[in-house]
């Protein structure tokens, strides 16, 4: 058995955009698992989503990027958005896996509506084996909407899948794309630096 010398976490999302409330989810889970690193992947064609309906993974990438630099404890990865095709998060914790070793524990996280709908995702069982997965509840979030059969099969993997409250996550993109849209101030949801790309770039003036 690999000896566990350090513990990443993986921070899965669409980031369309980035905002606060992703920011202190990282932290927050870094903190209480004692994360050394946490790094942040924004998906490419995750398989739930119609790509036409998602900003070009470039600004999205960028974005988070802008967002994540002044946390020393905070990276991004390419390897979602360089993939072509179909990105199934079994095959991004893989080469993960590779790039940063045996000895490397890694921590998914997402959020928890997400996280949730593990079991339909490719190879379930295969990703319990690659990480350990965190789910990110939003305020007034409860488990009694899950489905019975998703609550058994988690409680099957409780050292595996963990839940982690986060108040900051009252603030979501979709609700920061549509104030865009509507030309409401996004400021103090999202870093100034992000607020910036958002304005220079005319994102979201639009819908997708
Ligand atoms: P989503 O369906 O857009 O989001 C689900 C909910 O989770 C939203 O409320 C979202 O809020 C929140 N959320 C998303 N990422 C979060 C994060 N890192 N921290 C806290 N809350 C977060 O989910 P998604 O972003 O497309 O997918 C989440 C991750 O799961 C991605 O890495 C994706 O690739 C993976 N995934 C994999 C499969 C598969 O392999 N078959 C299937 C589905 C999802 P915001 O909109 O405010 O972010």
Known sequence: MTQ???????MGGTFDPVHYGHLVTAEAARREFGLERVVFLPS??????????????EHRYMMTVLATLSNPHFDVSRVDIDREGVTYTVDSLRILREIYGEST???????ADAILEIVSWKDPEKLLELAHFIGATRPGFSLDRVPQSTQEWLSHHPERVHMIKVPALAISSTDIRERVRTG?????????????YIRRHNLYKHNL
């Open 184 to 196: 409401n101030s996004i400021r103090y949801l999202v870093p100034e630096p992000v607020e910036h």
């Open 44 to 57: 490419g064609a995750p398989p739930h989503k119609d790509p036409t309906g998602v900003t070009d993974a």
């Open 4 to 10: 566990v010398l350090r513990k990443f976490g993986v």
């Open 105 to 111: 524990e890694l921590y998914f996280i997402t959020g």
